[in-house]
């Protein structure tokens, strides 16, 4: 619908009154179902010509117009249950080289120069939960949530085809599975056939279908949709020595298991039955989006541990992605939380591999350049999983009327000029306190899952609450609502809002109150201190209050802290340098104050046992006999110690193995305490 069409209407009340609904109807259609029925442009230009009529005929305006309203507040509808221990994702391969490198670094890890077997499971493509089991009897399940705390839905889970609720006396009394839900092709096919007749949401694929469907206060929706699952991983303790073992009792306990399951010991058989599931899985009942493979034996894949939120022991070998042609309409840019200028491509919609796709990444000015892309080209669309879709090339020779995308040289948002800093290829807005862009992006990046996880306040309210000058930091979130007890403008008197959803507002604010120090870190969105780095900077310093009197010194003439933070693994030269630039912002440090009065920010809590180690620093040198240093240092680190890569007067153990050279010298002149690979065994 092209404005001009509206200018040819007859604008009477009647059409506004129509109008009005059939934009509450697009609202509830986008925030509630989270399935936005119009493009975004479709819908600025409804919402543009209610503005307009609204301008013209003052007289007319409805009290509940939406030209006010910001959407709906989702629910906080379900409970949030922590997991008994972190549900973890894997890391993804895409070719077999990855594969290749994934065995090869566990040998490496294990000093071993064989292949330890393999299982091998296709990877479900639906939604991960885990479901408990006390005295034989189900009573709990959850959601996958931030990996650490799921939702509860045990209710859901209830209804699922053939899921057990009461297990054999043989079982384990206690038990926690976990597995995927998924919904087959033909019963997605079938859903999405009764919704449209009903003229009800369309899904875009099955797993959308399936997270939806679990995703129901009503269970007796889940009911209708005919979910499955599969188990593929038990979380209770020694609970059997191998994964294929552990899949086999799980079996005779009643739960389903995946029927392609296989092992393998080496390279060639497990890349060749990739392939033959690759070639096969258009037969399949139900969508998988790849391949797993896991270390079988418990006792390796408990020493190889896990690395930041996914096992060593395990890999994702995704299938390659799909590709199709469609038409650039236009390149739109967007400026992100860092003040990067990002072009996105805007497509003529296409379906590929059954996900409709309508924008794709164009990462930056180079990209467009080296691709040659210009805006009315055809060009090839590449989806893999997850991913943002990417442009992989243009067809040159159907080119017709296209014309050059001309990168702009002042930020879209604040007008700023824009610089391209020495060694990027980002084009940036430094703007970086004044942009809305990046202040928006950053109160948006602070209450998501992994930081402040404000649930069901969303990007639109955020932006509306910003707007309206009652937030302009991820702070003030948590004033508002002791702010508007003494306002005459009450947020619930905004058409949109409503009682309602300002209570449940609150509601998920205070339950956000509750923080860990590695969640409150993110949430200062820092540049460079994502979750990992969050997690080691709250590993090392364990309260808040050490956070804050550590790094507030960063920027003082001694170098001690400087040194303290490069020394900790996997903190470099660019990561300090962004965290001293954040602490020299007297802004910034006020907000912290502030902040530490607002939130209960807890002290990392190690789930690692108490071990005679725990809290020592320590350094490895030299080569070990009986283990890598590799696994040496995870173990360390799993036992509770921190472990450095530097000899300094903090350094409570040198581990020093065979030909260890200058630490050694270093640890003896500091008289720093001497351990060989034995006493250092002997001291686990
Ligand atoms: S194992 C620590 N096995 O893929 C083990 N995951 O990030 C973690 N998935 O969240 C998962 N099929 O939801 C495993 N056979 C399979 C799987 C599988 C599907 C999902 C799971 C996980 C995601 C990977």
Same mark, same amino acid.
């Given at each position: ?13 009647? %059409? ?61 509808? /379900? ?12 890391? +993804? ?25 393999? #299982? ?67 019963? /997605? ?13 369309? /899904? ?85 989006? $790849? ?62 591999? $059954? ?77 970086? %306190? ?12 602070s209450v998501?899952?992994?930081?402040l996880?404000i ?11 910003? +707007?309206?000058?009652?937030i302009?930091n991820s702070y003030d979130i948590f004033t508002l609502e002791a702010r508007?007890? +003494? ?19 609150y509601? #998920?604010i205070n339950n956000s109150r509750k923080i860990?120090?590695?969640?409150f870190?993110?949430a200062l ?19 808040i ?21 490069? +020394? ?22 006020l907000l912290l104050e502030n902040f530490t009065k607002e939130l209960n920010i ?37 036992? $509770? ?19 260890? $050279? ?23």
């Open positions: 619908m092209s404005s001009d069409l509206f200018a040819n209407q007859n604008k009477n009340f009647s %059409y506004y009154h129509a109008l009005i609904q059939k934009i509450k109807a697009y609202d509830k259609k986008y925030y509630q179902d989270n399935d936005p029925a119009i493009s975004d442009a479709k819908y600025d230009l409804l919402r543009q010509e209610l503005i307009n009529i609204e301008k013209e005929h003052p007289e007319w305006q409805q009290a509940d117009s939406p030209s006010n309203q910001v959407g709906y507040v989702v629910k906080d509808q /379900f409970n949030k249950i922590t997991h008994i221990k972190p549900m973890l994702s894997l890391t +993804n391969g895409f070719s077999t080289d990855d594969i290749k490198d994934f065995i090869h670094k566990i040998q490496k890890f294990l000093n071993i120069d064989y292949c330890p077997k393999i #299982a091998i499971e296709p990877k479900i493509d639906g939604i991960s939960f885990a479901a408990r089991y006390k005295n034989h009897s189900f009573y709990q399940g959850l959601t996958r949530g931030d990996g650490k705390i799921g939702e509860d839905i045990t209710e859901n889970l209830k209804v699922i085809e053939n899921l057990p609720m009461k297990l054999p006396q043989e079982a384990p009394e206690n038990l926690e599975v976990r597995g995927e839900i998924y919904m087959s092709k033909a019963d /997605f096919a079938k859903l999405n056939r009764q919704q449209e007749e009903k003229g009800q949401k369309i /899904f875009a694929n099955p797993r959308n279908a399936a997270s939806g469907s679990l995703r129901q206060l009503d269970t007796s929706i889940t009911a209708m949709r005919k979910l499955k699952y599969f188990i593929y991983n038990v979380a209770s303790e020694n609970f059997a020595n191998s994964q294929s073992e552990s899949l086999i009792k799980i079996k005779k306990y009643g739960f389903n298991i995946n029927d392609l399951n296989k092992a393998a010991t080496d390279l060639s058989t497990i890349v060749e039955y990739y392939k033959v599931i690759s070639e096969r899985r258009y037969e399949l009942p139900y969508d998988i989006d $790849g391949m797993v493979y896991k270390i079988d034996d418990c006792i390796l894949q408990e020493r190889l541990g896990e690395i930041a939120r996914s096992p060593r022991w395990a890999i994702a070998h995704k299938f390659p992605a799909e590709e199709a042609k469609t038409k650039l309409e236009n390149i739109i840019i967007q400026v992100g939380r860092t003040g990067v200028l990002t072009p996105v491509a805007i497509l003529t919609a296409i379906n590929i591999g $059954g996900v409709i796709v309508k924008r794709a990444s164009l990462h930056n000015e180079d990209e467009i350049l080296r691709k040659k892309i210009q805006i009315g080209d055809i060009v090839n669309i590449k989806r893999a999983g997850d991913v943002i879709p990417q442009i992989t090339s243009v067809e040159l020779n159907k080119r017709e009327n296209t014309h050059k995308f001309i990168f702009p040289k002042y930020c879209p948002v604040c007008n700023s000029i824009v610089t391209k800093l020495a060694g990027e290829a980002a084009i940036r807005c430094l703007a970086e %306190y004044s942009c809305k862009a990046q202040i928006l992006g950053r109160i948006k990046y998501s899952l992994n930081g996880n649930i069901g306040l969303r990007d639109k309210q955020i932006e509306f609450l910003y +707007n309206k000058k009652l302009a508007q007890k +003494n306002s005459i403008t009450r947020l619930e008197n905004y058409p949109g809002w409503g009682k309602l959803s300002v209570k449940n507002l509601k #998920a860990t120090l590695e969640k870190i993110y969105a820092i540049k460079h201190v994502g979750s990992n780095i969050a997690q080691i900077l709250s590993k090392h310093f364990i309260t209050n050490s956070f804050i009197d550590n790094l507030a010194k960063v920027n003082n003439e001694d170098k001690k802290i400087y040194n303290e933070l490069l +020394n900790i693994d996997g903190v470099g030269l660019k990561i300090v340098a962004e965290l001293a630039k954040y602490f020299a912002r007297s802004a910034n440090l807890l002290p990392y809590e190690s789930n690692q046992i108490e071990s005679k180690i725990s809290g020592k620093i320590i350094v490895f040198t030299g080569s070990l006999k009986n283990t890598t240093r590799l696994e040496a240092k995870a173990k360390a680190e799993k036992l $509770g110690a921190k472990v450095a890569s530097a000899i300094s007067s903090k350094t409570d153990y040198l581990v020093a193995g065979e030909g260890s $050279g200058s630490k050694l010298e270093k640890a003896q002149k500091l008289a720093i305490k001497i351990l060989t690979e034995e006493e250092w065994i002997n001291l686990l």
